[in-house]
């Protein structure tokens, strides 16, 4: 069963001026490489993914239409947290269409398990990222922030959503 919950609204760079983030988190929202490897760095190594819940499964509308996909499309869901130090530093939702899991590299992707997505992706050379788009989000931690990203993996759209968890930022 799916744990994310979606924003009412996602928030374009130019944008950004209407949802003003903390300062602590802007590092991490803008983040244009890897994720994980930022995080990796963050944790000095002490860094792990727990699968939340991988299944097929109809996007939301709004993942649909930022995807492109018809009506009643299924796409490969997959929900993680990122552990820095054994605590959720964040926690992930992507939304990966048949078409980028069916051929060439795209079929590694369907069983990560406990590894990393993004570490897979950022490694190849085709990878493209749109725009990153930021918003609050209200979790079981209550409104955290998040952005979300239309990548590019040899050409066919996955959807990468990424919240931030008050863990991540604590001292």
Not at 88 to 104: E, I, K
Request: hydrophobic share 45%; proline share 9%.
């Amino acid at each position: 069963m799916a744990v994310w919950q979606a924003p009412s609204r996602w928030y374009l760079p130019h944008q950004r001026w209407q949802r003003r983030p903390p300062p602590a988190l802007r590092r991490w929202l803008d983040e244009p490489g890897s994720l994980t490897r930022a995080l990796v760095a963050e944790a000095g190594g002490a860094f792990a993914v727990r699968l939340l819940w991988q299944g097929w499964a109809r996007p939301a509308l709004e993942e649909r239409q930022r995807l492109g996909l018809p009506a009643g499309r299924y796409a490969l869901i997959r929900e993680v947290e990122l552990l820095g130090h054994g605590v959720p530093w964040v926690r992930a939702r992507s939304v990966l269409p048949l078409a980028c899991l069916q051929r060439g590299p795209g079929r590694r992707l369907r069983r990560l398990g406990n590894r990393s997505l993004g570490g897979l992706l950022f490694k190849d050379s085709t990878l493209r990222r749109g725009p990153i788009e930021i918003a609050p989000l209200r979790q079981a931690e209550g409104v955290v922030w998040a952005r979300r990203s239309r990548l590019y993996f040899h050409g066919r759209p996955l959807l990468v959503a990424e919240c931030f968890l008050p863990a991540l930022t604590r001292d």
